[in-house]
């Protein structure tokens, strides 16, 4: 037989593409690829380091070897294989085999009758969030030995302003409704996330990582949604928010204050906001609001003032303060350059303040 050639179909003749994912254990498989491995006559693969090897072997299958050269050498060598005793599998590779059913494709066309039967069968899939775990190896392989400097210089102290800058500029996707950037912004902030969970893991002392993270807040969820993993019983979405605050306060009976907790470094009109909101949820009426009015003088105190009364009176109007603001401030932005005769919808080109644009991701080096 030439190498081109391809023999006459056997009677009951039968391929199956076992195709796997690298991102479920190996050996965990579908029990319909196990029958297909175990009736097999013939289980090829076309490297010794496929996942799946050394499981398939350890369940007294018989792997072999193949040199799998170029898609339609592997499309040719996959057809030409007897019928023998069983159908013929192939172990997909990891990189999905390139161009293999296009050619199989191919000579099923040119030689019609003369291959055998093709079957593509899953013999694992990937789970939802499965590319975390990508995620997750491709960051200890940009911090360890060997991967990208920058990374593994990082500190959880220099990642602060990026990860500021990148929830900011997921805040702007999701008021402009860009779906694209609010894609790729989701992206970098749970790049945050990761980046962080890594560097913990290297503590001295008391190093987490980012399971133990997860771990965490799938309990404080289940814990706080007893009426969902749980026999609560909630009428509504108040009567839900109303049970999470019992709940958050039985977690953080040791505060002193209804104003602990919350966290000095965020900006001064969204800490205003949330400082209202929190004396608002208790009922506390020890402080009376400011004065809703424009002071004679407008000075840093009366400033001061008249804003944290704007913020008291847009909680209780049930106004996002803050976001409201924001969308001011586009709105003006966009009056401003219209004005100038550019575009009202961002900038066209580059940064207008001079400095570099950082990476999504973080690092100088725009990758």
């Avoid at 039967?117 to 030995?145: A, F, K």
């Avoid at 001011?328 to 207008?352: H, M, N």
Wanted: proline residues 8%; aromatic residues 4%.
């Amino acid at each position: 037989m030439t190498t081109n050639a391809v023999p006459t179909k056997t009677p009951g003749a039968k391929l199956i593409l076992l195709t796997t994912t690298h991102r479920v254990a190996p050996g965990l498989l579908a029990w319909p690829a196990w029958e297909a491995l175990r009736s097999a006559g013939r289980v090829l693969v076309g490297d010794e380091r496929h996942p799946q090897v050394a499981a398939v072997r350890q369940a007294g299958v018989v792997v072999e070897v193949v040199p799998a050269g170029s898609a339609p050498a592997l499309a040719r060598l996959l057809t030409g294989q007897p019928a023998g005793a069983g159908p013929t599998v192939w172990l997909g590779s990891p990189d999905g085999d390139p161009g293999l059913t296009d050619a199989l494709a191919r000579l099923a066309v040119e030689h019609a009758g003369e291959v055998p039967e093709i079957e593509v069968l899953p013999g694992s899939y990937d789970l939802p969030g499965s590319r975390l775990l990508d995620l997750v190896t491709v960051m200890d392989r940009l911090r360890s030995p060997g991967g990208c400097p920058w990374d593994a210089e990082q500190t959880h102290e220099s990642l602060v302003k990026y990860l500021v800058e990148e929830a900011y500029e997921l805040v702007e996707a999701i008021e402009e409704g860009d779906r694209e950037a609010l894609r790729e912004e989701l992206g970098d902030v749970l790049l945050q996330v990761f980046f962080h969970s890594r560097i913990a893991e290297e503590h001295p002392t008391e190093p987490f990582t980012v399971d133990d993270v997860a771990g965490d807040i799938v309990e404080k969820l289940m814990y706080r949604h007893p009426h969902v993993f749980g026999d609560v019983e909630a009428g509504g979405a108040a009567e839900v928010e109303a049970n999470w605050e019992q709940l958050k306060a039985a977690e953080k009976a040791d505060r002193e204050s209804v104003l602990d907790g919350v966290p000095a470094g965020l900006p001064a009109l969204a800490y205003a906001a949330k400082l209202v909101s929190r004396v608002r949820r208790a009922g506390f009426t020890g402080v009376p609001d400011e004065s809703y009015e424009l002071p004679v003088e407008l000075t840093a105190d009366s400033a001061g003032r008249l804003l944290l009364a704007v913020a008291q009176r847009a909680h209780d109007a049930g106004v996002d303060v803050d976001a409201a603001l924001r969308s001011a401030a586009r709105g003006y932005r966009d009056a401003v350059r219209a004005a100038e005769g550019l575009k009202p919808d961002g900038e066209p080109d580059g940064e207008p303040d001079g400095e570099p644009d950082g990476d999504s991701a973080g690092e100088p080096d725009g990758k």
